[in-house]
């Protein structure tokens, strides 16, 4: 089971590993929206970790699988602002105890947690870290994977766990965002282009994602041989400077390496800090943080030949950084328009996906638009349109409101109308049954979609959201209404004639549907 499955990482094992495994994906997002092609052997269910009950009704279709059952979990945010973001406790803390107390009951033959070298502090020079080091780590993403480490070692009493500290994983396409904006800037006509913060000695180990998926591959090959707990490094040993990437982006682009200017740290400090501020009033800010100051010139030495002796597995060297920035920034070349996309893609996916954002404030929300919408179906002024309606028991009312609404948040949160469309022709048949009018279904469904515009719209938290709001809601609610008057029109055999495109065929004194 590969939870996380539509990151960047998850994403490339399941392409790579299908024909070799089972693969049960859990992931925030859909396979359409990561543009991952389905597979027989691929599983894929979209879930937010920090959803108990929705993980919890996914862990149930995973209990009878056949064993082995190995846990892979990949899924954590991680953000370059530098700010507390509430995801960091909602997914990577509160979301991973989901799993682990889940996978109590599931009892899996493995569980192996991805944690991150970033959880380390770095070391002094001349020093490396290794597989004993600490995770002490000083910032929020450092912070939540040491709570998550400790965490997975409280279940060992459960289920086998490994720890595996990873490096940066990039591509040949890059998709790794530090790296993507560091060439950015490095290959274009900017007045910074060629200027390193400090002595641009700032350092961090980098590794190829397909090194990374065979290493995971040699991780549940290697079981049998780890302790547990036990902490395992995937990286190459050593790090990479932000000077020698500079010359070896240069040289490939330009034919030749061009020359970088050092900045002393406090001006480089200030300048990280001017940007941020100034970067406030532009359509895009700059990746570059007052943060970062902190780490510059500094090196995050790695050295994990313990984690290769043990698991018989090495990176290959023909896949470190330097030897790939020409292979990089080919792709650029030949298609620039792509590699800009799966770029800004990786940065995108950072967010909280706004279809399950909107997930969670419907159900938020969920017994405040029954109620508003249960006076507004019986209030007087509406008897004319909804008098079935008014004339239904009101336990019976009740109860019809909270399928409708749970339906419509399933549409929203699978990003899928399918089912949605499916309850609206059967919710069609059933009111066609008891004699109410297409006019009057449509209505009510026209009216709860004000409701649940209206309610969404007044919560300032879907400011950032309004757009996807407007969208998803009335494309979701129009789905809908489309097909109860197909149902309508199929059971009262009604075939419109003469009424061209433009013309509207609702009563005058219907709604219509949006």
């Not at 040699?218 to 990479?240: K, M, N, Q, W």
Request: hydrophobic share 40%; net charge negative; proline share 6%.
């Amino acid at each position: 089971m590969l939870i996380g499955g539509s990151g960047f990482l998850g994403r490339q094992m399941s392409a790579t590993l299908r024909d070799r495994y089972d693969i049960h994906v859990l992931a925030r997002r859909t396979e359409r929206a990561v543009g991952f092609t389905p597979h027989r052997d691929v599983h894929w269910t979209q879930v937010d970790i920090g959803d108990r009950p929705w993980l919890a009704h996914a862990f149930e279709k995973l209990r009878d699988l056949p064993r082995p059952l190995h846990v892979v979990h990949l899924a954590a945010h991680y953000d370059f602002t530098g700010k507390n973001h509430p995801e960091y406790q909602r997914t990577n803390i509160d979301g991973l105890r989901n799993v682990l107390e889940l996978c109590k009951e599931l009892r899996p033959d493995s569980f192996v947690f991805a944690s991150s070298l970033a959880a380390c502090a770095f070391p002094p020079p001349g020093k490396a870290l290794n597989e004993e080091s600490p995770p002490d780590g000083d910032h929020i993403y450092a912070a939540t994977k040491r709570i998550g480490e400790g965490m997975v070692r409280e279940y060992q009493q459960h289920f086998p766990t490994v720890i595996v500290r990873m490096a940066a994983l990039f591509s040949d396409w890059c998709e790794y965002p530090p790296l993507y904006f560091f060439l950015r800037t490095w290959l274009s006509n900017a007045w910074n282009r060629n200027v390193l913060g400090g002595h641009g000695d700032s350092a961090i180990p980098y590794l190829h994602v397909r090194c990374a998926v065979r290493f995971y591959e040699r991780i549940l090959e290697a079981l049998p041989a780890l302790s547990p707990s036990e902490v395992v490094i995937c990286s190459p040993d050593g790090s990479i400077s932000h000077r020698d990437t500079f010359e070896a982006a240069t040289a490939s682009w330009f034919g030749r390496a061009l020359h970088a200017f050092g900045t002393a740290k406090v001006v480089a400090r200030i300048g990280l800090w001017v940007m941020e501020q100034t970067g406030r009033f532009r359509a895009e800010p700059p990746f570059e943080r007052s943060w970062m100051g902190r780490y510059i010139d500094l090196r995050l030495e790695t050295d994990g030949h313990r984690t290769r002796e043990k698991i018989g597995w090495s990176p290959n060297p023909r896949l470190f950084l330097l030897r790939r920035i020409p292979f990089l920034l080919e792709n650029l070349r030949s298609d620039p328009l792509g590699w800009h996309a799966r770029n800004l893609a990786a940065i995108d996916s950072m967010r909280v996906e706004p279809n399950l954002a909107l997930y969670h404030l419907l159900h938020e929300h969920d017994e405040e638009m029954i109620r508003i919408s249960t006076a507004r179906f019986l209030d007087p002024k509406d008897g004319v349109l909804l008098h079935h309606y008014q004339e239904m028991d009101p336990e019976e009312l009740h109860w019809a409101k909270r399928q409708l609404f749970l339906q419509f948040r399933n549409a929203i949160r699978t990003d899928d109308r399918t089912v949605f469309r499916s309850y609206c022709r059967e919710l069609a048949a059933r009111r066609h049954a008891h004699d109410f009018t297409e006019g009057e279904v449509c209505a009510a469904m026209e009216l709860e979609r004000q409701v649940v515009l209206s309610t969404l719209r007044a919560d300032p938290r879907t400011t950032k959201l309004i757009r996807d709001v407007n969208e998803r809601v009335v494309s979701t609610f129009a789905a809908g209404i489309d097909e109860i008057q197909d149902v309508f029109e199929e059971l009262d055999g009604f075939h419109p004639e003469g009424v061209s495109d433009g013309q509207s065929i609702w009563p005058a004194n219907q709604p219509k549907a949006p």
